[in-house]
Every structure is written in C-alpha cells, then in structure tokens.
Nanobody, 122 residues
Framework: VQLQASGGGLVQAGGSLRLSCAGSGRTFSDYIMGWFRQAPGKEREFVAASSAGGTSTYYADNMKGRFTISRDNAKNTVYLQMNSLKPEDTAIYYC????????????????WGQGTLVTVSS
C-alpha cells in the first residue's frame, strides 16, 4: 500500500492540527494504521494506532487525551487530530501500515508514508 501524509505545518503552542494519510494500491481496510513521529536527534516513536476496522485505538501514554486517531476506510484515509500542542511535539510525523495485530514498534510496520513536518512554536 502506498501512503501519503499531509497536514503538517507551523502552529503556536496550545493550537491544533489534523494530519491526514491517504492510502492506495491495496485494500486499506485490511491494515492496522499507525502514526509515529521523529524529532531531530531522537528515535522514531509510536504516537497512535487504529485497528483495521477502526473500532480499537491505541495511544502512547503522553499522547492520550490530546491526540485522536481515526480512519475512514471508504476514503482510504487515516487521521490524527492533535490538540493542545506543545513545543515538544515538534517532529516529522509518519503514517504506517501493517497487517496482523497491533504493534507499537516501527520495525513491525511494512509500509510508510513520506512524513509531514509539525512545528510547534512557544
């Protein structure tokens, strides 16, 4: 599956952004979809994931309550709504897809989008 992330940008602390990731090429609804992020000089980290049907969602502890993952399989798109953004949320955000059960580790995801940059100013 090919993935295309979009929606990043510059936002002030406390603001919101919604990222989108459009999939194509395979049956999008077969895949677990995840969002990861990577800040300069840091390892890529898990943000959130959605089950294939969208009925189950999973979050990193420090994202709970601020970030919401959702998906629209009819549109082959997964979203990440980010609220109450902090400067430490500044990173490149990636969407990724995998078959099988949920996973929080980047290496278990088979397909990746190109990333979209989110910059949060203080």
């Amino acid at each position: 599956v090919q993935l295309q992330a979009s929606g990043g940008g510059l936002v002030q602390a406390g603001g919101s952004l919604r990222l989108s990731c459009a999939g194509s090429g395979r049956t999008f609804s077969d895949y677990i979809m995840g969002w990861f992020r990577q800040a300069p000089g840091k390892e890529r980290e898990f943000v959130a994931a959605s089950s294939a049907g969208g009925t189950s969602t999973y979050y990193a502890d420090n994202m709970k309550g601020r970030f919401t993952i959702s998906r629209d399989n009819a549109k082959n798109t997964v979203y990440l709504q980010m609220n109450s953004l902090k400067p430490e949320d500044t990173a490149i955000y990636y969407c990724a897809a995998r078959l099988g059960g949920r996973s929080y580790t980047p290496r278990s995801y088979d397909y990746w989008g190109q990333g979209t940059l989110v910059t949060v100013s203080s």
